[in-house]
């Protein structure tokens, strides 16, 4: 690859130039004897062509100066290249535009809630709550109420059957399905300007600050990019259904990024396709990045890889897809035409997976740059599970926080080892709750200017494809500004509390308490759940306690520990991190923890069960930190330990 823009660089910009230079000597002696109009025109004409020369010898030059992907044609090579040229410039006007914007928090809030106001002011939901006549953010507040989902639940569902200008005057392209992580799966209407907003404002700043911060990411290497073909739905009314976030069917421009062919898209089965994907990207020896919409689904490949490596390596060695794949004949062929037997690489492979998996992603591509997948929040477990097993050494980039209602925060600082967002004032209108006062209908908000740094806050937006003063449920902790704009640290859901007599333990609490809890018995934590007593199989009218669901990777050499010993740890950690907690256990009102070992698989067969009883799809699936149905719960109930016998 690297061979065909070196002919197609210097040689033929050497013969080109000097082309050019006679032709320009020439255009400026038929100056002198012709007119001097013609003259000159013939003299630009050439200044234009030895320009696009010198445009194209720098662009073959300065591609032969990075790593390039050994699939890439020399067509292929060049999209990639101009990609990211794009994005690099959209990339730069929405770093400036977010500095503009950020140092004016103020106005350019109240810009964006009227810029929303008026686009759907002739809206029937619009009229009926006078939207169109608000010119400031405190009658917006005095005028319209905070709402949950159950307030648009009536909208929506006319929506879906057809009917136009319910919300928005634009017809939504997506009825987009929320994960259901803290409940069930909801459905959003979502416009095309949505999408639109989230390109300019979130993806092009992701590259930009990429490549500033991680300069050898600006390569013609290949990304395995883990995302999945959703399940094509539509509704009465004839609307798309199905996530928001990145799948193949809404980045088909960018395809020719990523080591998997376009043919492994239409594959819609998850395992089928991940095998795929590890498949053509053990191939490249110069894989450059490793993406997913979060570090649960890098984790999960991994996993998958130290399972299946032998049958991956022979398909190597020998250039032909494993025949327990459940692919039709075409797309089997046309994958097949791009694995090429390579026998050396297969050997190179085999030797480092014999060698064991500890490190194993530097050792099998060498030119690794970066993890790109957001691993805060409930995904910070699995990030430190790669980059202590799988990947140390290889940064893990945790760019947006965001949701299905759209963009919330950029992480402009990823060398950081905690991850911060700024808030994008531009996108959404935001209000927060002090979660001291959460239990409350209808509490009184602050807005972005009156936020204080140290404090916790509950998350309400007024988003554009026309959420107004929506409760989502997330809870953030500001700890900073950027300009005049609050920086924040995802903390929890709040449909993610252990919650018995209002002690109110959130996933953050229980994550810190159980990580000090798995540290001191010296192992280390893989997954984990939890549910109330109440939802298990043999339940009474005994007092309630905590049940947690535990997976965990015991070090070679040392026993496993007893699951009574980690329960009582974690009973004092958590009484450490909650007072109430604490007062409630001294009552005797909620009972000691219970810590149950699951067998490795359990939280898969949980996944598994979770996608196949809901709408959301592979690509936003998140392993729910409590469990709320008594189904999921008997799911990981079955799948006890031995070692906990």
């Not at 210097?10 to 400026?28: D, G, I, K, N, R």
């Not at 730069?92 to 500095?99: K, V």
């Not at 949701?403 to 209108?429: C, D, H, Q």
Request: hydrophobic content about 40%; glycine content about 6%.
């Amino acid at each position: 690859m690297r061979t065909q823009f070196l002919i197609a660089g210097c040689p033929v910009f050497t013969l080109s130039f000097l082309v050019a230079l006679v032709s320009l000597s020439t255009a400026c002696i038929n100056a002198t004897s012709l007119s001097i109009g013609l003259g000159i025109t013939a003299v630009i004409l050439r200044c234009i062509w030895i320009s696009l020369l010198l445009i194209i010898t720098i662009v073959a030059l300065d591609i032969n100066r990075h790593p390039i992907a050994h699939s890439h044609t020399l067509y292929s090579a060049l999209m990639h290249y101009i990609i990211l040229l794009v994005m690099w410039v959209l990339g730069w006007r929405a770093n400036r535009r977010l500095t503009t914007n950020t140092n004016d928090v103020t106005h350019t809030q109240l810009l964006t809630l009227l810029q929303h106001l008026r686009a759907n002011a002739s809206s029937e939901y619009s009229q009926k709550y006078h939207l169109s006549n608000i010119k400031t953010r405190e009658e917006f507040t005095r005028i319209h109420p905070l709402t949950q989902y159950s307030h648009y639940k009536p909208y929506i569902d006319r929506i879906a059957a057809g009917e136009p200008n319910i919300l928005t005057p634009e017809p939504p392209a997506l009825l987009a399905v929320t994960s259901g992580t803290s409940g069930g799966c909801k459905l959003l209407p979502t416009g095309s300007k949505l999408f639109r907003m989230f390109f300019t404002h979130a993806v092009s700043l992701t590259f930009y600050t990429m490549f500033s911060h991680y300069p050898r990411t600006w390569s013609l290497q290949k990304t395995m990019k883990l995302f999945y073909t959703p399940t094509q739905r539509r509704s009465a009314g004839g609307i798309p259904i199905g996530p928001s976030s990145s799948s193949p069917t809404n980045s088909s421009v960018v395809l020719n990024l990523y080591s998997t062919p376009r043919a492994a898209y239409s594959i819609h089965g998850e395992s089928d396709t991940l095998y795929i994907h590890l498949l053509f990207a053990l191939a490249d020896p110069n894989l450059g990045s490793i993406e997913a919409n979060f570090a649960s689904l890098v984790y999960g490949a991994f996993v998958r890889l130290q399972r299946d490596w032998r049958r991956l390596v022979y398909d190597i060695a020998f250039g032909e897809l494993n025949q327990g794949l459940d692919l039709t004949p075409d797309v089997r062929r046309d994958l097949e035409n791009q694995l090429h037997p390579d026998p050396g690489r297969a050997t190179k492979l085999d030797t480092e997976f014999r060698a064991g998996f500890h490190g194993i992603a530097r050792r099998i591509w060498p030119k690794l740059n970066l993890i790109v997948a957001v691993d805060s929040g409930s995904f910070a477990i699995y990030g430190r599970r790669l980059s202590a097993y799988f990947a140390p050494g290889t940064p893990i980039y945790s760019p947006l926080y965001a949701a299905t209602e759209g963009l919330l925060g950029i992480n402009i600082w990823p060398t950081l080892s905690k991850r911060f967002y700024v808030l994008n004032p531009a996108f959404m209108f935001y209000e927060f709750i002090p979660v001291e006062k959460s239990s409350e209908e209808q509490p009184e908000t602050l807005f972005i200017d009156q936020v204080t740094r140290g404090n916790t806050y509950e998350m309400v937006i007024t988003n554009p494809s026309c959420l107004y003063r929506y409760r989502f449920g997330d809870v953030v902790k500001v700890i900073g500004f950027q300009g005049q704009c609050p920086v924040v640290e995802f903390k929890y859901r709040q449909g993610q509390l252990l919650n018995f007599h209002g002690e109110k333990i959130s996933e953050d609490t229980l994550y810190k308490a159980l990580h000090s809890s798995v540290v001191a018995l010296e192992v280390e934590l893989v997954d984990y759940t939890c549910c109330e007593s109440v939802l298990l199989p043999q339940s009474s009218d005994d007092t309630p306690y905590y049940v947690v669901f535990t997976e965990i990777s015991v070090p070679n050499n040392k026993p496993s520990p007893d699951c009574v010993a980690l329960a009582s740890l974690l009973d004092s950690n958590i009484k450490c991190e909650s007072f109430p907690y604490c007062s409630f256990r001294d009552k005797g009102s909620i009972g000691s923890p219970v810590v149950r070992w699951l067998q490795p698989g359990a939280f898969q067969s949980l996944r598994e069960f979770s996608l196949a009883n809901s709408m959301a799809s592979p690509n936003q699936f998140k392993v729910p930190r409590v469990l709320r149905s008594r189904e999921a719960v008997s799911v990981l109930w079955r799948m006890k330990d031995s070692a906990e016998e």
